[in-house]
């Protein structure tokens, strides 16, 4: 099972301009994702904190208790009352607890000069428990332009260091470290992608945060997502001593409290958005397993009588099982 959440927040100078705006978004975010063919239902505050009471609470996967704010008045306590767990426990540097489940959250350093869009696809297909946020930041266009052009001043700074050096060694002064030349190319390229190709700059910070009822079997989840990260060129990095933030920075509040950050333009960016393919998940009483999504091997639920269009083709080798499974369907239509 897979849920995906985008939250968005805006600065604004009083309540009633940020409910304004806030609503304004809602609905072209809604219209955007009506384009792609995705269905997106907005969250009230009741379901966040029952989405945040599920996220603390996997090691009993009690049920969300309050039915209202009707009931937080009469019982005299507070919502966190609500979706707190037993217990926290940030003692050590690189994990911590939550209740009886054990927990991580590590720091995707985007270092590849080019990521494929399968990257995401498979961290978000490897069978454990998984929370991936990714907090993004957009940079004003001058903003933006005037960071860049800075950072040129600093290579070109360094060239000239590097051009004096050279002088004084008696090296012809034209010969300049690869490194700086990479650096010169890749930031020239950057401003003339913003200039003639209307990309923007995002600041993005990329959390994994894993879960398990065991601390080895943990560890050992982590190592193998670092090397499945290692093999497209980035790298997973603990944050030691900043589990705690971490925490706070996966939850659904739109707040990021981790400083390390990548500086992505819209292209790069748009690799990591996790609506790639289109699922086909009904949450009917009656809905069947069809079987599995070919490209994000999400299962199939649907329940015929619902569809636009009721009728189904089983193809597969002989012995793969077609006749067993029309039986199996007519049954259940029929019972």
């Not at 991580?104 to 869009?117: H, K, Q, R, W």
């Not at 950072?151 to 590097?162: A, T």
């Not at 190319?185 to 990309?199: F, I, P, T």
């Amino acid at each position: 099972m897979k849920s995906k959440y985008l939250v968005f927040g805006i600065e604004a100078r009083d309540r009633k301009q940020a409910v304004s705006r806030l609503a304004k978004i809602e609905s072209d975010v809604i219209n955007k994702f009506k384009l792609l063919g995705c269905k997106c239902v907005p969250v009230n505050g009741l379901e966040r904190l029952r989405i945040m009471h599920d996220y603390l609470n996997q090691d009993s996967l009690e049920k969300f208790a309050m039915k209202s704010f009707k009931d937080v008045v009469e019982s005299g306590l507070t919502p966190k009352n609500f979706i707190t767990p037993t217990s926290f426990d940030f003692r050590a540097k690189d994990y911590y607890k939550i209740g009886d489940m054990f927990a991580t959250t590590n720091f995707l350093v985007i270092s590849a000069p080019e990521i494929s869009d399968e990257m995401l696809a498979d961290i978000l297909n490897m069978e454990d428990a998984l929370s991936v946020t990714m907090h993004i930041d957009t940079l004003n266009q001058t903003e933006a332009m005037k960071y860049i052009k800075g950072k040129l001043s600093d290579i070109n700074k360094m060239k000239i260091e590097e051009q004096k050096k050279a002088i004084r060694s008696g090296y012809d002064m034209d010969i300049i470290p690869p490194d700086i030349e990479t650096y010169s190319e890749e930031a020239h390229g950057l401003l003339k992608e913003m200039q003639s190709r209307n990309e923007r700059l995002f600041k993005v910070t990329f959390l994994i945060t894993s879960f398990n009822e065991n601390l080895q079997k943990m560890k050992d989840f982590r190592f193998t997502l670092s090397n499945n990260i290692q093999s497209a060129n980035c790298a997973l990095r603990k944050l030691d001593h900043q589990q705690e933030q971490g925490l706070i920075s996966s939850l659904p509040l739109g707040k990021n409290f981790i400083k390390q950050k990548r500086y992505l333009t819209t292209s790069s960016t748009a690799v990591f958005v996790p609506f790639t393919t289109q699922e086909l998940f009904m949450d009917s009483k009656e809905s069947l397993y069809m079987g599995l999504n070919s490209l994000s091997n999400g299962m199939i639920m649907a329940d015929r009588k619902l569809l636009k269009n009721p009728n189904g083709l089983i193809l597969g080798t002989p012995g793969s099982g077609k006749s067993f499974a029309t039986k199996r369907e007519m049954v259940y239509l029929i019972w």
